[in-house]
Every structure is written in C-alpha cells, then in structure tokens.
C-alpha cells in the first residue's frame, strides 16, 4: 500500500498517493464535464454548437477510458490505503461497492458510449487529434439500443456520483474525520 508523503506507518493517517490523487481528480474533472455536456447536446437541435458538444463529450470519454484503465492498472499494481479506521462496517461495504460501481461504470460507459457511436456510423475525433478506430461496422439496429443503454447508464454514474461525493462531504463537514483529506490533493 501507498501513502503520502509525510504520512509514515504507524502514523494512522494513510492517504493516497500523488499519481492516484491526479488520476481521481484529473477522471473527476472530465466526468464532471461530460454528464452535462451529454444532457445538453441531447437537448440542443442540430447545428454547430450541437456538434462541438458530440466532439467535445466524446473526445473527454475517450480522455476517461484512458486514465480508467491506467487507474485500475496503477491500483491492481500499488494497492489502496485500508479503510479509514473510523468508518462503520456498513460504511465500509458501501464504500467498496459504490467505488467498485464507479470503476465498472467509467470503463463500460466509454466503450458502450464508443460501440453505440461506431454503429450509428459517426466518427470519434480526439479534441480533432486523431480519428478513433470504429469497433463495429454500421448498424442502426445496434447503435440505438446501445444508446439507450449508454443514457440510462449516464443517470445511474450520476447518482453514484452524487452519493460519493455526498458521502465525502458528509466526512469532511460533519463527521469532520479524515476520510476526504486522503484524498485531496
């Protein structure tokens, strides 16, 4: 297991580390982005605006599937801090299956949001660096049940979100325990 700088075993305070700080802010940002970025643009009619948001919203998913994936791979490799000792059990089984959500959710979304977008037979620039390989040839039978899937799933990351950051809240400003600071940057 890792810990910050300054926090030596024994101490009773294990926070992340530096590269897992800036993974979960850097994913963080971008996913705060995305969500309402995708509400509008679903919103909006077609045009110029719409467009640069379908880019803008795509470009920032592929950003998040990256960093996902290198996350999950930094993590499977140095671990994470044990729970906060002040956590209940309950709290504790809560908090795994919501971050074991979070992660399933932020590496699936992508890739349904990318195999619904290849099928619909749109292309994915990268912030117009690169063209993103299709994964599946053309078929609106697919795409539109994908995207479906890809909205439906957009609402539930949100209020996964939401109880997350609810929840870090809550520690920082009521139980004013140390579980938010583990992971500040």
């Known amino acids: 297991m890792t810990s910050v700088a300054g926090d030596r075993e024994g101490s009773g305070v294990e926070g992340y580390s530096a590269i897992a700080k800036s993974l979960h802010w850097g994913i963080a940002a971008a996913v705060l982005l995305i969500i309402p970025i995708g509400i509008i ?4 009619g077609p045009g110029t605006l719409q467009n640069v948001l379908y880019t803008t919203h795509r470009s920032l998913a592929v950003l998040v599937l990256a960093l996902m994936l290198v996350r999950l791979a930094y ?27 979070l992660y399933a959710l932020l590496i699936a979304q992508p890739i349904i949001g990318w195999v619904a977008t ?38 539930v990351l ?28």
Do not use: C, N
């Open 41 to 44: 643009m679903r919103l909006l």
């Open 75 to 101: 993590r499977l490799v140095h671990g994470v801090p044990a729970p906060d000792p002040s956590l209940e059990p309950w709290q504790r089984i809560v908090s795994h299956l919501v971050h074991l959500s």
């Open 118 to 155: 290849s099928a619909y037979g749109a292309r994915i620039s990268f912030f117009g660096l690169f063209i993103v390989p299709d994964l599946v040839s053309k078929d609106q039978t697919l795409s539109d049940p994908l995207f479906l899937v890809h909205r439906v799933l957009g609402f």
């Open 158 to 185: 949100a209020g996964l979100l939401t109880l997350h950051i609810g929840a870090a809240l809550y520690h920082y400003f009521i139980r004013r325990d140390r579980v938010l600071q583990r992971m500040l940057p």
